[in-house]
């Protein structure tokens, strides 16, 4: 049986179209994808992300287990601050991506993705009982008893404080308004005997935030939102909206890009693995990785012809040669409504993954031309002078 969030009902009487993500049941879109892409792009969108899973890690050793654990290090995190981070199995490969917060000197959230939730925390758990520190480190699942949801979209600033009642602002002091936050920052608001925290981060490419709250108080947050932001063209999203943002920003998504059987290193994630930093799980076989040299690498592909079929997950990339050869398949593809045409990320070898390289897209028995591009995809245009 599928999971609910606790904003199921608030999608129900929206009209979402409702899809299996992950165990969950979750709205795949409201009014459009295009649409719902555009109002992201253009103002801002509202996004369900309760099915992801949350935790807390503190205790005196706290930094130290995690550093132990995660790839970045998470010693050049202040109070306040967040980073992205993975979790590595003893050969390298992505057990998960996830983004870290220290809330505290002694105490850390991690939202970590949906359908590696359970999977994260047993192994977050079997990480710790061989921690040699490990009665200074409490680890808190509390996946089911919090919701989340992101609000994203140049126009969000604007109405982001209005989520909070007034005397949570006060509490929180006039330096930490959710709108003042600077980019990968969190902080806390209490309301009324809960908490609420709110960090300046997003997956669209788009300035944006995301909200934690307990189950309870999600649904109050989520109408308030959606009428603080009417007037600056706020409207509910759904996944596969979620999934063009993403992809245009070449940001991976995990049984896609990342698997246990890829490394950080062919994702192209190298800024967020800390090899220099003391022992963690995985370091050593990315180590042993870097110094031989890398086999295949994930790359930004773009097609040269507009009037070319929509590209998905799992269609062969074939070199030009006279006879063509596989090179690999894509992991993530779709139109991409910014740009017009189709785009897709895919691992091949080093050989064929520097920008200019043209390589062709097989769909459904055809190849089509296709090249290798920087990431991301997508970039927001510079206002004229």
Known sequence: MLKRTALFEAHSRLGARLVEFGGWEMPIQYTGILDEHHAVRKAAGIFDISHMGEAFVSGPAAEAFLNATLTNDARKLAPGQGQYTLLCNPQGGVVDDLFAYRLAPESFLLIINASRAALDIAHLRQQL????????VTLDDACDRLSA??????TTPLFIDALLPAAALAAAGPDSRPSLLKRNRIASYPVGADTVWIARTGYTGEDGFEVVAPNALIEGLWNTALQAGAAHGLK?????????????MCFPLYGQE???????LEAGLDVFVALDK??????AALLTQKQ????????ALRMIERASPPVRPHYPVLSTDATPTRLGETTSGTLSPSLGLGIAMAYVPLSHAQPGTRVSIEVRGRPFPA???????????????
């Open 129 to 136: 009982q061989s921690f040699e520190s490990r009665a200074q």
């Open 236 to 248: 509910p999203c759904g996944l596969g909206a979620r999934d063009t943002l993403r992809t245009e």
């Open 371 to 385: 090249e290798v591009v920087k990431k991301p995809l997508y970039r927001r245009p510079v206002p004229a002078a």
């Open 149 to 154: 949801v992101a609000i994203q979209g140049p």
């Open 258 to 264: 990342l698997t246990e059987q890829t490394t950080p």
């Open 292 to 299: 031989a040299g890398l086999p295949r690498r994930l790359v």
């Open 278 to 283: 003391p022992g963690f799980t995985g370091q």
